[in-house]
DNA sequence: GTATCATTGCGTCATATCGACACAATAGTA
DNA sequence: TACTATTGTGTCGATATGACGCAATGATAC
C-alpha cells in the first residue's frame, strides 16, 4: 500500500474502493477487526483498492490476506455505497498530507463507491495486520466499534443486518469456530449475532435437524460442570446447504 | 445518453455502469425489458452510467424514467459484477465503431464494474423507449430471454434468484399489479416468479395472514366462471411487511 | 470423601403452522 | 336449464415450534 509516487493511478482502477467488515467471535463476544487512523485516531474499516485485473471479490482477499494473514475466508459483498456526499467530511484527506509527496493527494480527493464485503473468520487463526494509514489494527467487540471513519459505522450495521438475514437461510459456523467445538458454544454464536438469547434444547434440536453436524465421542473436559460432547461441521452437508439453503427463521 | 463528444468523461464516472433486470407482469407471464442493439442485433439489459454528482440508486431510477417514462420504482441494487473478462468478447464496442467520431470509443473501451439492479414494474404503465445505442426496446418473456449481450445473461439469471429469495421475507405485488386485483390474479404472480404451482387455498390462507390485503366489496366480473373479489394493498401494512420482514418461506 | 451446584443430555406437551384435500356457491356457456 | 370451470370457505392429519421437566455429570467447596 506504501508503494512509489504515482503508483495508485497507474494501479488501481479511479472512483472504486472496498471495504470489509470483519467478524471474528471470542470470549461469548462479537468482534470487527478495526484500524486506527494514524493522524486522526479514528477508528475505520479494512479497506483497500482493485487493480487493474483484479475483480472486487480477488481484491477484497487481497486486502484482508494483508490484514489479517488468511487466506481462504469467507467473503460476500452485501452493497454498494455510492451516496455522493460519503465523503464530504472526509478527515482520511487530512490524514493523508504529509503522505502527499509520496503517494500523490489527488488520488484520496477523488470521490469513491464503496463495495461493501464481510467476513467471516476464525479469530484464533487471524493476525491484524495494520497498513499504512493506520498504526494499529486490532478486533474490537461488536458493541464498542463506537463511531467509525467517513460512514463506516452504517456500513458496519448494515454488515451486521445481513449477517442476521443470512442466518434465516444459512448455515453459519464453519468460518467462526475452531474445528471442534460443543453445542454451547455454536448457541452462544447464534445468540450473539442475534443478539437475543435462544432456548438451549430448541437450539440443539432445529441445528441437528439440519444435518451438518457430525458429533464426536469425545467430551470436552475443563470446564466446571458437566462435559459437553464436542462437534464437527459436516463439511459435505455444509456446503449443500450453503448452496441450497436452510428453512425457518431464528 | 448522445450527447456531444467527449461528454461522457467528462459527465461519468469511469469504469462505473449499471444494468438494470425491469421484471414486469402480464398474461400469466414475468417478463424483461430488453434493448435490441443496433449493429449486432444481440439482446441486451438496459443500463448507463454514473454521473458526477449522482448516487447510483440515482442513476439506476434515471435511466429506469428514460426507459419506461416510470418515476418511483421499486428498485433494488443486488450484484456487483466486476470480472475483469466479463467484457472481454465485447461485441457492443463493435456496435460503437461508428460512433467513435462522435462520442469517443475509448469510454467504451475501458475496463467497466457494473452494479446490477433489480426493478419491479406495472407492465401496463411502462413505454419502452430505446436508446442510442439500440433500436428497439421491448417486453420479453423471461423463458424467450435467450443469450444476451456480454453476461448479461447471468445478471439476468442472478436477479431471478434475488427475486425468489426476496419472495421469502418480502411481500411483492404492489410494484407489478394493477391497484386492485384478484387473489387468482396474485397467486399467477407469485407462481410465475417461484416457477412452480402452489394451491390456490393455502395461497389465500397464507397471504391473508400477512395481513397486507384489503378485501373490497366488488368482485370482477366478465370472467367465464365465479366472480372473485378484488383486492387491494394496505399500503401501511405493506410497507411495514417490507421494512420487517415477513416469515416462512414458499 | 462427600455434598453442592451450575451445566448438559434427552425428553414431553400444548400450540401453531403447513400441505393436501372436500364441498358448496356461482357465473357464464352449451 | 343443465353443465362446467372457477371461486369461497372449511377440515384433517402431519409437522414444526415454543415452553418447560428431570436425571446425569463433573468440577469445586467443605
Chains 1, 2 share one sequence.
Not at 499504512?132 to 489494527?137: E, I, Y
Request: one cysteine or more; proline letters at 4%.
Amino acid at each position: 500500500m506504501s508503494q512509489n509516487p504515482q503508483s495508485y493511478q497507474d494501479q488501481y482502477l479511479s472512483h472504486l474502493s472496498l471495504d470489509c467488515v470483519v467478524f471474528g467471535f471470542h470470549g461469548s463476544q462479537l468482534k470487527v477487526l478495526l484500524l486506527r487512523m494514524k493522524k486522526t485516531r479514528e477508528w475505520a474499516l479494512p479497506g483497500g483498492f482493485v487493480k487493474n485485473d483484479e475483480s472486487f471479490e480477488v481484491a477484497a482477499s487481497r486486502v484482508l490476506k494483508e490484514r489479517t494473514g488468511l487466506g481462504d475466508i469467507f467473503l460476500k459483498q452485501f452493497k454498494v455505497f455510492s451516496d455522493p456526499h460519503r465523503a464530504d467530511k472526509n478527515p482520511a484527506v487530512r490524514d493523508l498530507e504529509e503522505k502527499k509527496a509520496d503517494a500523490g493527494l489527488e488520488w484520496f480527493e477523488q470521490r469513491f463507491i464503496s463495495v461493501g464485503f464481510y467476513a467471516l473468520v476464525d479469530f484464533s487463526l487471524a493476525e491484524p495486520t495494520h497498513d499504512f494509514f493506520s498504526d494499529l489494527c486490532t478486533w474490537k467487540p461488536l458493541e464498542e466499534a463506537g463511531d467509525l471513519m467517513l460512514d463506516h459505522s452504517q456500513i458496519l450495521n448494515q454488515a451486521l443486518e445481513t449477517l442476521r438475514l443470512q442466518l434465516n437461510y444459512q448455515p453459519i459456523g464453519y468460518n467462526l469456530l475452531p474445528e471442534r467445538f460443543t453445542m454451547p458454544e455454536l448457541q452462544k454464536l447464534y445468540e450473539t449475532i442475534l443478539g437475543k438469547p435462544l432456548d438451549r434444547r430448541n437450539f440443539q434440536r432445529k441445528m441437528l435437524s439440519y444435518d451438518i453436524l457430525n458429533k464426536l465421542e469425545e467430551r470436552k473436559t475443563g470446564g466446571a460442570h458437566k462435559a459437553p460432547y464436542l462437534y464437527e461441521f459436516n463439511l459435505d452437508n455444509y456446503r449443500k446447504a450453503l448452496q441450497g439453503g436452510l428453512y425457518g427463521g431464528w
